[in-house]
């Protein structure tokens, strides 16, 4: 069955350290985004693809960055890692055809904890 | 903008009781709406959903209608189970880009 995974599940880091969250998707979706979802705040969006080469900013992207280099995979870089973005975090894909109605899979998260 | 608006949580009811929670939207074209239930420890799956008006989605017990009139969403459940605990997410999609608007979630606790 195709599938969106997300790896590590649990990852604690200190402030300053680069960390990659990874997200990788079995659907062949061209649509993948990242999410971060804290307490208060509901789900908040922070890079999304369209495609391959393709990268958009969301509305909480400072401090983290994605690349896209196959349809598969979409990484999260924290490019310095800071208490403020310990948070768990969504990878979700989903179709570009009309009938998907914009549908999004979700990974299983991962929890980050920045110290 | 284009916004979600869900009722705060959270919501505690008995076993058997009645749910609803409420959601209404603002949008600008002709949305499709959604329900998303995130069970603990997990990420989000879809639990219904509807693309037009006057559609009624339904599963596993949740059912939702969606009234352009009132431009509302509600989730409903005639009898809910402990199982049922969970943080629930409408949200909306336009025919204009790929993303979906979310509502804030309301988290749903069952007492047996």
């Known amino acids: 069955d195709a599938e969106i995974t997300q790896s590590p599940r649990h990852k604690i880091t200190e402030t300053g350290r680069q960390v990659t969250l990874a997200c990788h998707q079995t659907w062949n979706h061209n649509n993948m985004f990242w999410y971060r979802q804290d307490l208060g705040h509901g789900l908040r969006l922070i890079h999304y693809s369209y495609g391959v080469q393709d990268t958009n900013k969301g509305e909480v992207s400072d401090g983290y960055s994605v690349s896209r280099s196959n349809t598969e995979d979409l990484p999260l870089t924290l490019e310095s890692a800071a208490s403020s973005q310990t948070s768990v975090y969504f990878c979700a894909s989903s179709d570009q055809t009309s009938v998907s109605y914009n549908e999004q899979f979700f990974g299983p998260g991962t929890r980050l904890t920045v110290l | ?112």
């Not at chain 2, 998303?36 to 596993?60: F, R």
């Not at chain 2, 809910?80 to 025919?95: I, K």
Request: proline fraction near 4%; charged fraction near 20%; charge should be negative.
């Open chain 2, 1 to 112: 903008g284009d916004s979600v608006t869900q009722m705060e949580g959270p919501v505690t009811l008995s076993e058997e009781a009645f749910l609803t929670i409420n959601c209404t939207y603002t949008a600008t074209g002709y949305p499709s709406l959604f329900w998303y239930v995130q069970y603990p420890g997990e990420g989000l799956q879809l639990l219904l959903k509807a693309t037009k008006a006057d559609d009624k989605g339904s599963n596993k017990g949740f059912e939702a209608t969606y009234r352009k009139e009132t431009t509302s969403f509600h989730l409903e459940k005639g009898s809910v189970q402990v199982s049922d605990s969970a943080v629930y997410f409408c949200a909306l999609s336009l025919d204009s880009n790929y993303q979906l608007i979310w509502g804030a979630g309301t988290k749903l606790i069952i007492k047996p």
